[in-house]
């Protein structure tokens, strides 16, 4: 007989034997393990597509949450005391996590249903999956917001109509546009970003759609231009409100009649090119000021994408922090192991106001600067000495903390904005607009 294989997480040794033996397991192999530990051991070195865990309500919650965080694929099912669901922790994690779960006394009849239908959902899924995401445009996070935003993706993906990518600064925008194209049928062709706040508005025209010889000064050669580069694959306009008004009625052109002209042409180019367009900025609200066309916005935003701020989707901070640590686990010290519990706790109470960024930023500068075996909440700079002082709202400390840290940024990097936008981890208009909030004067 085939045997499904089934992994079966069990902190009681007597139970764990119990139920390997169980009726509702003989047409499984199975394989029990005792702590979360060699499960994650067991899940990297052989694919089981189907979990059973044995008395969750024993385990540490946090520890669970983020072995299921990071275990998404699997299908899991519990098997609780009845009084487990008496807590509200519990509860959440069964919501979050589980595909089913059974109180004792567990019917064996219904749990082999149970798993059955498990191991199908996920058979299908695993078939549904495109056969591997290739790591530069990997999505981590198990929380329900971005298992929402990869199916998204995937819809998407399918699509060749514009899309237009929603969420703020160092949420994942260009990341999500770079998973769009690899999924696409486009995946061969190639990827261009343009960030449309970083160009020269003198020069905008040129870079987009290229210029022939003579077109200005300084143009010795023809020159192909950025949407010319993305023939055959995706364009991603990143801050695409940030377009001058006449630049735009440009790209209008483009998007309705699918050809170019260099600058200084009279001839037209035929282009096949994907848009992605994001932005931090409510695109309506530009529209409405007169600042964005409204033409442009129509033609842009016909598959709309929102990637949740980081502070939407706690469950994923640490599991992000983690991966983080072991991209640049060759900056740091031989010693140093991982984070603290209490560094853990921070990062999931902090707000996030750069998203991923800034924890990226964050994860890399307690690397190189934490001294003991585990990373520390003050390494991450995220410790506060001393409660704020009597008298203050936690508002106004807030607000302190953000001028300190714009004000620290700009030192840091020698006055220089694109510097220290890039060290605090937002983009250049959030920093512009936080000197404007501060009134901070940069000389
Ligand atoms: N879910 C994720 N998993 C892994 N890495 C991520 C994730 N989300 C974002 N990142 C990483 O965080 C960084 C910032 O992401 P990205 O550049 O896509 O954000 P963005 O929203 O386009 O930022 P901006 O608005 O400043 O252009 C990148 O290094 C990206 O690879």
Known sequence: MHHKELLCIAADRNLAAAYAHAHALREWKVRTVHTLHDASRALRTDGYLVGLLVGLDEAEHAELDSFLS??????????????ALDSARCRQLVGDHLYAFHTDPVDPVNLGYALGHAFGVATLREAAQPAAEPAATAMIGGSAAIRRLRTQIARVAQADA??????????????????IHAQSQRADGPFVPVNCGALAPAL?????????RGAFTGAASDKPGLIEAAGGGTLFLDEVAELPKDQQANLLR???EKTIYRVGSTR?????????????VDLQRAVQQGLFREDLYYRLNV??????ALRERCADVPLLAEHFFRTYAADKPPGLKGFSSAAIQALRQHDWPGNVRELIN?????MVLAEGRRITPGDLGLAHASGPPGG???GESRIEAERAAVMAGLERAGNNISRAARELGVSRMTLYRLLDKHGIHVK
Not at 362 to 366: D, I, L
């Open 268 to 280: 037209s180019i035929a282009v096949d090119v994907r848009v992605i367009a994001a932005s931090h």
């Open 254 to 256: 483009f998007l309705q």
């Open 70 to 83: 990071q275990n998404w694929k699997q299908q899991w099912i519990g098997l609780l005391r009845p009084a």
């Open 162 to 179: 514009p899309v237009f990518v929603w969420g703020e600064s160092g949420s994942g925008k260009e990341l999500a546009a770079r998973a």
């Open 362 to 366: 964050r994860t890399r500068r307690a």
């Open 204 to 212: 905008i025209q040129s870079e987009l759609f290229g210029h022939v």
């Open 303 to 308: 598959l709309p994408l929102t990637v949740p």
């Open 392 to 394: 203050v709202g936690l």
